[in-house]
């Protein structure tokens, strides 16, 4: 009966190791996936950097937002 019981716990404490060791494996890969392009660029009106990815591109300038180059726009 013991012998059983002390199975049991055995089999439960190496599914949650494996779990543990799983969720940290995915965690991981999750941190070290490579992202699609990490150029920065500047925002020409606010002049704050960002990914170009988020970027609004209008005439060979870029903009952190529609806002912003709206704005810059009406400056010129
Ligand atoms: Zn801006």
């Given at each position: 009966?013991?012998?059983?019981?002390?199975?049991?716990?055995?089999?439960?404490?190496?599914?949650?190791?494996?779990?543990?060791?799983?969720?940290r494996s995915q965690l991981t890969g999750a941190?070290?996936?490579?992202?699609?392009?990490?150029?920065?660029?500047?925002?020409?009106?606010?002049?704050?950097?960002?990914?170009?990815?988020?970027?609004?591109?209008?005439?060979?300038?870029?903009?952190?937002?529609?806002?912003?180059?709206?704005?810059?726009n009406h400056k010129a």
């Amino acid at each position: 009966m013991f012998r059983n019981l002390f199975l049991i716990a055995a089999i439960l404490l190496v599914v949650w190791i494996i779990r543990g060791f799983i969720r940290r494996s995915q965690l991981t890969g999750a941190a070290n996936k490579p992202r699609k392009n990490k150029d920065m660029v500047q925002c020409e009106q606010c002049k704050t950097y960002l990914p170009k990815d988020d970027a609004i591109v209008n005439n060979d300038k870029t903009f952190c937002s529609q806002q912003h180059l709206n704005d810059w726009n009406h400056k010129a």
